[in-house]
């Protein structure tokens, strides 16, 4: 069965730091990229960064890039997520997610965690 779990939200002053992490299991973990993905209150899905599944290529969205660094220790089967600089806009759940692989290539993501809240503000 495919588990991923998130943690490591919570609450944060704006300019603060928080590591999220994702625990995965049921799954060959270093044959899949990765991603992060937030739901701020009362909003849709905002893709956050991804990563390859070696870790050697790491993408992000622009408004993030910066700020956010995503990354995986293969051998501990966890994907990170490190905030830093938070704004009150951060303020979301935050989820992790497989990507499918369809023939080698990426074809939108096949599992998710429940997520981790985290909350900006002063």
């Known amino acids: 069965e495919v588990q991923l779990v998130e943690s490591g939200g919570g609450l944060v002053q704006p300019g603060g730091s928080l590591r999220l992490s994702c625990a995965v299991s049921?799954?060959?973990?270093?044959?899949?990229?990765m991603s992060w993905v937030r739901q701020a209150p009362g909003k849709g899905l905002e893709w956050v960064s991804g990563?390859?599944?070696?870790?050697?290529?790491?993408y992000y969205t622009e408004s993030m890039k910066g700020r956010f660094t995503i990354s995986r220790d293969n051998a501990k089967n966890t994907l990170y997520l490190q905030l830093n600089s938070l704004k009150s806009e951060d303020t979301a759940v935050y989820y992790c997610?497989?990507?499918?692989?369809?023939?080698?290539?990426?074809?939108?993501?096949?599992?998710w965690g429940k997520g981790t809240l985290v909350i900006v503000s002063s």
């Open positions: 049921g799954f060959t973990f270093d044959d899949y990229p």
């Open positions: 990563i390859s599944s070696s870790g050697g290529t790491t």
């Open positions: 997610a497989k990507i499918k692989l369809v023939e080698g290539y990426s074809s939108g993501m096949d599992y």
